[in-house]
């Protein structure tokens, strides 16, 4: 089996990219946004909780802050250590264990978990059928009825990006969004910031690939919505009623089918077989 991302993703991440990733610019609208999805569907803990691909440990520090019993299983031992030091900064509400692993081998025993989050594994395996094996480690690790909360990168996340910011006028970047829009496959061979190897998933993709693991989808929905795309998004976020403006906005579109290509992030939720 291949490794559980690829070498030049392991190298990304390794310069310490996702550490404050969720806590600046359109990161502050993902965040806020997928932890409410979560508290929709989220039974309340204490149940365990297994944060698979968790990177630093936000969602993990967060969800043990709530009383979860959280477990944080990462690709990189460098993330690993990261949300452990995060989590020695919460001593009353730590997280209950860290390790490192790979999202298609899981070690948990089957029926053990009330709730799996895959909020990164699946960007990073290209390959179908990896992204179709994790997604099965995941149903075979939850009980009955369990919750699954699996994200993706969506499909035009780097055209609009590129539109957004005015990155489209280099050519390097302009034959990357060709390719992310053609196959989904994107690379990065320029050696600047336009991220790493990464599946870019259509709303219908993301939906095929839950429901062949053998989850009964509840949920398919955009995360974001348009005001990621805003170039004031640091001001208008400031502002609590304009923050509240924008959460509203992605509220109002995230089932619509015609605008789940929108935002740069889909959230499928999936529950394991009763």
Known sequence: M????????????????????????????????????????????????????????????????????????????FHVEQAREASARRPDSPIAALRVGDARRLDEASASVEAVLLLGPLYHLTERAERLAALREARRVLRPGGLLVAAAVGRYASLLSGVAEGMLSDPEFA????????????????????????????PDELEAEVREAGFDLVD?????????LLPDLEQRWADPDERERLLQAARAIEREPSLLGLPPHLIAIGRAPA
């Open 2 to 77: 291949s490794e559980p991302i690829p070498r030049e993703a392991q190298d990304y991440y390794s310069q310490g990219i996702e550490t404050g990733r969720l806590f600046r610019g359109h990161g502050r609208i993902e965040l806020a946004r997928t932890q409410e999805i979560i508290l929709r569907h989220l039974a309340p803990p204490p149940g365990p909780v297994l944060d698979v691909g968790g990177g630093p440990g936000v969602y993990a520090c967060w969800l043990a802050g709530l009383g979860y019993r959280v477990t944080l299983v990462d690709a990189l031992p």
């Open 175 to 202: 034959a990357i969004v060709a390719r992310d829009l053609r196959d989904g496959q994107h690379r990065n061979p320029t050696g600047k910031d336009y991220f790493t190897t990464t599946f870019f998933h259509r």
């Open 220 to 228: 398919l929905l955009g995360v974001e919505g348009p005001g990621w």
